[in-house]
């Protein structure tokens, strides 16, 4: 009889590592890696003025790299009180997707931060701001251009 349950559970694990082996290869092969940028370029900004300005969310990375190169009036007002500012530069930030929003990670504290945020085919870039769980919500960047690049591999 231990011999006949034994036998019984050879082939049970038999057949389970087969369903296995068969749904990893079948999953493997009909599955393709999506990798998605979208690029939000031509940015205005009511406050500062930029000879270039532009969001790249590369969602595949998790991450938003913003390229900028400030006109002469706004470097200029921007050095006078900070030294170390500097015409062209690159801020990279982590992003997250939640339901229909990307999503930067939060800069600041707990009780004081801020995050910027954009919609897929929304030309506005969002920033809301919370103090101690009071949240606004503002325009940052209006673009005149978002490309979106879908690569499957």
């Known amino acids: 009889m231990v011999f006949l349950s034994l036998k019984k559970k050879i082939l049970m694990n038999k057949v389970v590592n087969k ?3 068969l749904s990893l290869i079948f999953f493997n092969l009909n599955t393709s890696i999506l990798s998605e940028i979208i690029i939000f370029s031509l940015c205005m900004n009511k406050k500062d003025g930029f ?3 532009e969001y790249i969310l ?3 990375k998790s991450l938003m790299t913003r390229n900028f190169v400030y006109d002469k ?5 921007y050095y006078t009180t900070d030294l170390s500012v500097k015409k062209k530069n690159s801020i990279e930030r982590f992003i997250y997707k939640e339901e229909n ?3 930067t990670d939060r800069i600041g504290y707990p009780q004081f931060y801020t995050q910027l945020f954009f919609e897929k085919n ?3 870039i969002r920033i809301k701001t919370v103090i101690n769980n009071e949240e606004a919500i503002s325009n940052l960047s209006t673009c005149k251009k978002i490309e979106i690049f879908e690569k499957e591999s």
């Open 19 to 21: 369903t296995i082996f």
């Open 51 to 53: 000879v270039k300005n």
């Open 58 to 60: 590369d969602l595949d």
């Open 73 to 77: 009036k706004t470097y200029k007002k």
């Open 101 to 103: 929003l990307i999503l």
């Open 122 to 124: 929304n030309k506005n």
